[in-house]
């Protein structure tokens, strides 16, 4: 006759009991950790989705950004200088920080100076550190506005070159070509952005 102890019959069943207990506990471990990484994973998309949103928007905003010549005109004191005037044109719905610019002057596609040659200015009463000031801007340009920017630029041989351009039969025609220092909206590094703009008279 086979007899079963209770005690022998009650430690089967904690047993079995504990192992339905780590069976349940385990899957759900397992689901959790599952779905902490679907939700990490979905935060890193959705940064890195953010990040070069950013950046594409960066890239447009300073591919908007425009240059126009306004004016070009001799000073009233007779000195072999000229101002010129230009604008920029904010064209997209982000702020462009603009830090300085440079540039060169075209009468009829014939270089006749630049910003960079404008210490050659042999007045003087000019201060040479009025090209350095006129050539920085360190402004924010707001989205879809603009900013007057005047240069104050001297000419060698400015008497001649108007002169020759007085005896031409077409109105003549100024081109500038500059260039840029600016900083991405969501950037801190400076970029180098060329422009040109035309002016006929």
Known sequence: MLTISPCAAGHTR????RERSEN????SAARIAHALLVVLGLVALAASWHAASNYISSITSVQSLELELTDVRRTDD???RLILDFKLHNRSPLPIRLNSYFFNVFLDDERIGGSNSAFLGNDPNVDQALYSRASTIDQ???PHGQMDVSFPLFIYDLDRVMAARAQASTP???TVEAGIRLVHPFGRDERLVRLQADLEE
Request: hydrophobic share 40%; net charge negative; proline share 12%.
């Open 14 to 17: 904690d047993v079995s009991e």
């Open 24 to 27: 349940v506990a385990g899957p």
């Open 78 to 80: 007779g000195s072999a």
């Open 140 to 142: 924010t340009l707001a």
């Open 172 to 174: 003549p025609r100024w």
